[in-house]
């Protein structure tokens, strides 16, 4: 299958490095024009080096913003009016003891995870459907369907996103764009390894920490190991693209056979 996403933007929020940075590196490599964002502008300059390197003719801009304010949604589509792609990859997880989770958490994971994603999509969506083509894509988790007992608000937070993209892909039904989540299974990525390192012992090699892992906190895993983000990326590419135009209101599973249920 070849995907071909020339002449198509494509807008991957929390993109300056780990699963982000590897899904604007996919749809770059596919030729589309890519946005990356996030809140620092030096390592958004670092990240796009990155996906030059790998992509030497690709054309990507960044836009450093605070996507979790109104103020820095504004000045996202100031500077990126229109969008073909959108990619709300932007979240944050940790674990937590479940009582002593705060109401200023919750608020923040609600706000960081779910609500940064329905920004983005009331601003693009309407253009998209005006177009008559787009794709947007919600990175949702295993956790909103198996919430961890560690992090339940994380768990809410990626259950509530798999509901926002049900909702808005009945919004556009019949327009040509479509809405799906991604439900990502535990990927190897910087702020993992520190996460997983939170909950085994940390004087173990890396390797060894990764299989006490996901034997101790993640045994339902067929593969038993972290996903790449790089496996996550060739799913996303593939539903940004025409070959995908079918697929919409879905929760598409790259969970490394994680959840052990149908996706309803």
């Not at 479940?98 to 109401?103: A, G, Q, R, V």
């Not at 764009?177 to 996460?195: D, L, R, W």
């Not at 790449?228 to 598409?252: F, H, K, M």
Request: proline fraction near 4%; aromatic fraction near 6%.
């Amino acid at each position: 299958m070849r995907i071909d996403l020339t002449g198509k933007k494509a807008v991957v929020t929390g993109s300056s490095q780990g699963i982000g940075l590897a899904i604007a590196s996919g749809l770059a490599a596919a030729g589309a024009s890519v946005v990356l964002t996030g809140r620092d502008a030096d390592r958004l300059e670092s990240a796009a080096r990155t996906l030059r390197d790998g992509a030497p003719d690709a054309d990507v801009e960044s836009v450093a913003c605070d996507l979790v304010t109104e103020e820095g949604a504004e000045r996202l589509q100031r500077a990126v009016p229109e969008a073909d792609v959108l990619v709300n990859n932007l979240g944050i997880f940790g674990a937590r003891p479940p009582l002593e989770i705060t109401d200023e958490e919750w608020r923040t994971y609600f706000d960081t995870n779910v609500l940064s994603a329905v920004r983005l999509i009331r601003r693009y969506l309407p253009g998209m459907k005006d177009r008559g083509w787009g794709r947007v894509q919600n990175i949702a988790s295993d956790s909103a369907l198996v919430i961890p007992a560690e992090m339940i608000h994380y768990g809410m937070s990626k259950t509530a996103l798999l509901a926002v993209s049900r909702g808005f892909a009945k919004e556009a039904a019949g327009t040509g764009v479509t809405v799906n989540s991604v439900i990502a299974g535990p990927t190897h990525t910087g702020g993992v390894e520190k996460f997983v390192y939170e909950l085994v012992d940390e004087d173990q090699p890396w390797d060894e920490a990764q299989r006490a892992f996901m034997r101790l906190h993640r045994p339902q895993s067929l593969l038993q190991r972290l996903i790449e983000p790089e496996e996550i990326a060739n799913l996303v590419v593939y539903l940004s693209s025409t070959q995908a135009s079918a697929t919409t209101g879905a929760a598409v599973r790259v969970d490394g056979g994680y959840v052990d249920s149908i996706v309803p």
